[in-house]
């Protein structure tokens, strides 16, 4: 079981609920609560210029260290480092070594901040066009259900009574955006294709914590040793 709880999830609105572009955003999304795992090594200086196009670049390059080398590995030898990360022509950021959980907790922030709405603990199911719209805005439909991932393999708690009143809902936007991954329920409510293919590597990820002392003493001052 996750002990995170539901403290962060809001009922589902009702059926027909209008969200429209300037007045009032949702963001739909099965997790419970903003991620907790670092995920991403190190942000590049263009993603941390796009990030401060919404207020957070700076915010977020401040929390974490930055990157002045890497040292490539393979098969238990070196293969070598690269270096020439930074340029001050190119731009005031560098690479910086951040977790995916303090980009997300920055955003989501900002995100609210600006009156944005999250519905947590829910996914699209469908989303399907409207011709009927008596102005002719093309306003679009968006099925919404109650589906709560968590990454197995925990489980997710029980809903408690408020959020399990109302389990499935429809809302009605002008614009409805796709960025639900490669399985993208709003592609395929929509008819679009997708052109990828299976990777014939096997990939291996992990999240490492080190003691500052550690961390100082293999390298972390003077750039990203790994």
């Known amino acids: 079981m996750v002990d995170s709880g539901y403290s962060h999830v809001d009922p ?5 609920t209008e969200y429209d572009v300037g007045v ?7 997790h419970l609560k903003n991620g907790d795992g670092s995920k991403a090594a190190v942000t ?3 993603s941390f210029e796009m990030l401060e196009r919404v207020g957070v670049g700076t915010a977020i390059a ?3 260290r930055p990157a002045g080398l890497a040292r490539l590995g393979s098969n238990g030898g070196w293969l070598g480092k690269i270096t020439g990360f930074t340029s001050a ?3 005031q950021y560098v690479p910086t070594a951040v977790g995916q959980n303090i980009v997300e907790a920055h955003l989501c922030a900002r995100y609210l901040e600006l009156g944005g709405k999250i519905l947590r603990a829910a996914r699209v199911t469908g989303v399907s066009e409207d ?3 008596a102005d002719e805005s093309g306003r679009c439909t968006v099925a919404v259900e109650r589906y709560v991932y968590v990454r197995p ?5 029980p809903l408690p009574p408020a959020l399990a009143a109302l389990t499935s809902t429809s809302l009605s936007a002008r614009f409805a955006v796709g960025a639900d991954g490669k399985q993208s329920m709003v592609r395929e409510s929509l008819g679009l294709g997708y052109e990828g293919h299976e990777y014939a590597q096997s990939f291996f990820l992990a999240d490492v914590e080190l003691e500052e002392g550690v961390a100082e003493a293999t390298g972390w001052e003077r750039g990203l040793h790994a």
């Open 12 to 16: 589902l609105p009702e059926p027909g």
């Open 24 to 30: 009032r955003c949702v963001l739909i999304d099965p």
């Open 44 to 46: 590049m200086p263009r």
């Open 62 to 64: 401040d929390v974490g």
């Open 89 to 91: 022509r190119l731009s």
């Open 131 to 133: 011709d009927t719209a």
């Open 153 to 157: 393999p925990a489980q997710a708690p």
